[in-house]
């Protein structure tokens, strides 16, 4: 009995493979591309965000300096009332024994009433200062932590790149593409004002 007609597989068979390997390289090509572009991003989100915590932490301890200032002037102001206070009860003594007050008492309690307004500015205006520093420095800790985020999302997505190499799985790739998105929508919220 004759046998059908043969068919030349090895060459086809040659032929598919180099197809796959060429279709397979250009899968491989891209997503090292786009996952060397995703450590670029990893790598601008990461100086950021150890940038702005940086700054943060000095505006919180400068912040602090000052709320140190402002209370030794309160302390200060504090000492000035109860100079006034002694002056008022020397002349209250006097006044009750049916005695002149000794000269200067009243005007030294005039005179620490005004050194007290006078030192409350000064308080009030340090304060003014922490309450500055420290505003500014809760607006760069919100966006240190939407650069941490985008450092997160584009370290996961860097990662399921790997994996899609590794597989040669379009779809893990996909999904790395839709993570460093991610990443990247977190890294352009913490650069808008």
């Given amino acids: ?27 491989l090509r891209t997503i090292a591309l786009t996952t060397a572009l995703l450590a670029a991003l990893a790598a601008l989100a990461s100086l950021r965000a150890g940038a702005t915590v940086n700054e ?14 402002a209370s030794d002037q309160w302390a200060y102001y504090q000492a000035k009332g109860v100079k006034a206070s002694v002056q008022e009860a020397i002349g209250a003594a006097w006044a009750a024994a049916g005695k002149e007050p000794p000269p200067g008492t009243t005007e030294k ?59 040669r799985s ?13 990443g990247l929508a977190s890294l352009v919220r913490a650069l808008l004002p």
């Fill in 1 to 27: 009995m004759p046998e059908g007609p043969e068919v030349e597989t090895d060459k086809l068979q040659e032929e598919i493979h180099e197809e796959t390997e060429r279709e397979g390289g250009r899968l």
């Fill in 56 to 69: 943060a932490l000095l505006l919180k301890t400068e912040a602090t300096r000052l709320q140190a200032e």
């Fill in 109 to 167: 309690t005039a005179r620490y009433a005004e050194e007290q307004d006078a030192i409350a500015d000064r308080a009030k205006e340090k304060e003014r200062e922490r309450d500055a520093r420290e505003g500014e420095a809760e607006r760069l800790m919100h966006q240190h932590h939407r650069n941490a985020a985008a450092v997160a999302f584009f370290q996961v997505s860097i990662a399921l790149g790997a994996v899609a190499a590794l597989t």
């Fill in 170 to 182: 379009r779809p893990v790739w996909l999904a790395s593409l839709v993570l460093g998105a991610g």
